[in-house]
């Protein structure tokens, strides 16, 4: 007497389809079909019935198609050969995808190419079950949601290249403000890959780009970021690039007492040369003052400037005694402006943390690598206890020994130790 069987599939949800193993059945056999579930019954590369949710008894009833296909003979407990797939219909809104590798876009606003790396997740249901199984599950005998993303990775990549491209071309939006339009881009993509998902029988329900981003440690990346900074410095003092490399020329003099002409003559063939003007001229003529040390002298009071040779401060008259002092170099915030006195911890106008340059004392940003003034590549701190790494490609802190690097589990790639999302594949870490 054949033993009747019970048919049914209880997996996870990141599985779209499953095949039942055993392709011998016989009539009077439970078929259990779960909510959000189908079952397809294929029989020589056609798919013949197909059951919704709910309990079925299989018989020449209820297997019209089948049965006139392979001949059930009539009867209880009859065998017949066929294929089970159960195929998942619920809505699967967490499958990843993501650039393998950096795409290469000129920067419209810059002119300089960056490379751009793009993630994010879209969320699915399978909405025909033949066409599914018959265009993309083929012989296997499982279709999860990595395979969905290996399938159509190449599908992500020329769509999401294209779509790159038209913004930061077309519209001119440079890559370093890309992400104040991710929801254009999502929206703008889901609209170009839905019909391709159509094909195969899947509904695209939402597509999301979470992240476009440059790697940091690229070296067009970096020279960009460093000339930003440098002008963002000159906005803030008030002088443009030309009046930079005058002043960087008269510094230079001011250092070399015995180089033919002087300082003042310098500074103003520089100012009529470039054109720069009478006003330029005069200050100019201030700041070699300054700069010279044998000029001038610093009053211990107000800090005011004194002519050498001078015994009292013009400003305040504090009697001045001994050698004349060199004037210390001003130290701003980086994102006020205002001047820091030495030995400050915090900006005294907007309460930012001082983080000296080790080399010049520049004010920078927690997140630099680079002294935007005198180009010291500053050492990397550890992420968990901030000692700073003297060496590049440190897999473990030499002062607490916590890993600084995460591999990702699919492409193997190293990242940030508290990233979430695989930089370069997007897998979840």
Aim: charged share 20%.
């Amino acid at each position: 007497m054949s033993i009747l069987q019970l048919v049914k599939y209880d997996g996870p949800n990141n599985v779209f389809a499953w095949k039942w193993p055993n392709q011998s059945l016989i009539t009077g056999s439970q078929l259990v079909v779960n909510e959000s579930q189908e079952a397809v019954f294929f029989s020589g590369g056609r798919a013949l019935d197909i059951f919704g949710p709910g309990r079925h008894s299989l018989s020449t009833k209820n297997l019209p198609l089948l049965t006139s296909i392979v001949k059930i003979p009539f009867g209880p407990e009859s065998p017949f050969t066929a294929e089970v797939w159960f195929v998942n219909k619920v809505h699967s809104l967490d499958v990843k995808w993501g650039t393998p590798t950096p795409i290469q876009v000129q920067d419209p606003k810059f002119g300089v190419m960056l490379p751009v790396r793009s993630f994010g997740q879209f969320g699915v249901q399978v909405e025909n079950s033949a066409k599914f199984l018959f265009k993309l599950v083929g012989t296997t005998s499982r279709f999860d949601q990595d395979s969905m993303g290996r399938v159509f990775k190449g599908l992500f990549l020329t769509k999401a290249k294209d779509t790159l491209a038209q913004y930061v071309i077309n519209k001119k939006i440079s890559v370093l403000e890309i992400s104040a339009y991710l929801e254009e881009l999502s929206a703008s993509l889901q609209e170009k890959i839905t019909p391709t998902f159509s094909d195969y029988g899947i509904r695209l329900l939402n597509f999301f780009v979470n992240d476009v981003s440059v790697p940091e440690n690229d070296p067009a990346v970096v020279q960009l970021k460093s000339a930003l900074a440098k002008k963002a410095e000159m906005n803030i003092l008030g002088y443009d690039y030309t009046q930079k490399r005058s002043f960087d020329v008269m510094e230079g003099a001011a250092k070399n007492p015995g180089a033919p002409g002087t300082v003042m003559g310098t500074g103003i063939g520089l100012g009529m040369g470039m054109g720069v003007g009478p006003q330029m001229n005069e200050a100019m003529g201030g700041i070699s003052t300054r700069l010279d040390p044998r000029s001038s002298s610093v009053c211990p009071n107000c800090n005011a400037a004194v002519p050498a040779g001078k015994k009292f401060c013009p400003d305040c008259g504090t009697p001045l005694a001994g050698e004349p002092q060199k004037a210390a170099p001003v130290i701003t915030c980086d994102k006020c402006g205002s001047p820091i006195s030495q030995g400050a911890k915090f900006c005294p106008n907007c309460g930012d943390p001082y983080n000296p340059c080790p080399k010049c004392g520049t004010d920078l940003p927690r997140e630099a690598t680079v002294c935007t003034k005198c180009g010291y590549a500053l050492p990397n701190p550890c992420p968990f206890c901030g000692t700073p790494l003297e060496r590049p490609g440190l897999k473990f802190c030499p002062s607490c020994g916590k890993q600084l690097t995460k591999k990702c589990p699919d492409c193997q790639t190293d990242n940030d130790p508290k990233a979430k999302f695989c930089l370069n594949c997007g897998t979840k870490l």
